[in-house]
């Protein structure tokens, strides 16, 4: 889905400059977050299963580390590239300054479409990719976790291949796990019941009624497809859902459940599937489709100058990492759209990492409703002090970055900056 002429680490770079500027920052107090503090591109080859060699590329990129070790997932995805990398990386040390958990920012990536290896195939590849950035990860130093087409299991072969090489086991070294591994109960659902928690916020604050809206999900993944079972299975209308191959509209509602145990078979999408009264959508159909709530779960760059204008929901909750530009985010504004930028509305994950971090490091494990009470309390809380930061910026994107951007400032001035090592 890559887009000519866009630049994910650019559309950062803009947002970054505009909220620093509406934080009266100078030039030379946030110059470092334009940099990410490290980047490594590595080439991982791999034995297919035919015997033939390939060589695939992957990414591991901190950008900060001001405010703790570097955190962030690791994605699997054929138009994955340093860029996208870089863009990702950022916005986890904001996504991680917004809900004030201690860590900076970090993701990694491999070139790859995993649909076409097999599991031994995968292994190999997690494992060798996984000796190529061990100098640079560790439980004190930067700590992986899932995200778009990786899971639990591949947390498992990247813990064990670090743990190898160690010699000792080292479950702290990623988060996301499984949970015999060490893996925190409600990790898996953490980013998607986060999304909800947020929908719902946004939705009182606007006086409006959960209940009465219809949701609009592009993305059927771990994080859309959660968000979707979690609004369904409370009595949610959701009209519309997509994934690769397009969507499925619905006006007086889905059955999600029907539909996530018919994309369980991996081998199917959204295109094929057939129920009484659902039509078929295309991805620019199921984006300007008529809906309350619209909810991106799937990649960057899908929001865009080409569709802002045609956009029908009141109200956008960015449940992926940069999902709209910079120049839809100027439409939707003017239009009075409100829009919950990605790095509070989908934190919910790393939030729920950061619990397993801690229950990993203290040998405990909490119960379910302790990690979902705890992850509502930082929700909310992040959610109001964006909305009241947004007073002065604008707009909720610019709330959850200056609030963002001042922590991790801050932080660096308190550690006594980088100019004082000159
Ligand atoms: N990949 C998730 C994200 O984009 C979670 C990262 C983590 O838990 O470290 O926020």
């Known amino acids: 889905m890559a887009k000519e002429g866009y630049n994910p680490y650019e559309n950062m770079l803009s947002v970054l400059d505009q909220a620093a500027a509406k934080l009266g920052l100078k030039r030379s107090e946030y110059e470092t977050l334009r940099y990410p503090e490290r980047e490594l591109t590595v080439s991982i080859p791999i034995k297919m299963d035919n015997g033939e060699l390939r060589v695939f590329e992957g990414y591991r990129v901190q950008h900060n580390s001001s405010r703790g070790p570097y955190k962030g997932g690791i994605r699997y995805h054929q138009d994955s590239n340093l860029d996208e990398v870089k863009a990702l990386s950022a ?6 300054a917004v809900v004030n958990i201690p860590y900076g920012g970090a993701k990694g990536g491999i070139k790859v479409d995993p649909r076409e290896l097999s599991r031994d195939e995968l292994i190999r590849l997690t494992r060798r990719y996984t000796t190529r950035i061990l100098p640079i990860i560790g ?3 930067d700590i992986p976790a899932p995200d778009v087409n990786t899971n639990g299991e591949v947390m498992g072969w990247i813990m064990d291949t670090y743990s190898m090489f160690k010699g000792h086991s080292v479950p702290g070294v ?4 499984p949970i015999e591994l060490g893996g925190s109960i409600g990790r898996t659902e953490a980013t998607g019941r986060g999304v909800t928690i947020i929908t ?14 219809a949701y609009a999900i592009q993305g059927m993944g771990n994080v859309g497809g959660t968000a979707a079972r979690i609004f369904y299975e409370t009595g949610k209308k959701i009209v519309a859902v997509g994934d690769w191959s397009g969507g499925v509209y619905k006006e ?3 059955n999600i459940l029907e539909i996530s145990a018919y994309l369980s078979d991996r081998s199917h999408c959204l295109k094929d599937y057939r129920a009484e009264g659902v039509s078929y959508l295309t991805n620019d159909e199921l984006l300007t489709c008529k809906c309350d709530v619209l909810i991106p779960a799937a990649l960057e760059n899908q929001i865009t100058a080409d569709n802002a204008e045609r956009i029908r929901a009141k109200i956008i909750i960015e449940a992926a990492n940069g999902p709209t530009t910079v120049e839809a985010d ?17 934190a919910g994950g790393v939030v729920v990492s950061y619990f397993e971090w801690v229950q990993n490091i203290q040998s405990m494990a909490w119960d379910l409703d302790e990690v979902n009470k705890r992850l509502e309390k930082i929700m909310l809380k992040g959610y109001d002090e964006v909305e009241r930061m947004a007073e002065k910026g604008g707009s909720m994107r610019m709330g959850a970055y200056m609030v963002a951007i001042n922590r ?4 660096g001035k308190l550690r006594g900056g980088p100019i004082s090592m000159a």
């Open 252 to 254: 007086d509602g889905l």
């Open 330 to 346: 100027e439409i939707l504004n003017r239009r009075g759209i409100m829009v919950v930028p990605d790095i509070l509305a989908n």
């Open 408 to 411: 991790i400032v801050t932080a």
């Open 174 to 177: 990623v988060t996301g796990k």
């Open 91 to 96: 916005w986890m040390s904001f996504k991680c």
């Open 139 to 141: 439980p004190d130093q």
């Open 200 to 213: 719902y916020q946004c939705l009182k604050k606007a006086g409006l009624n959960p209940d009465g809206q």
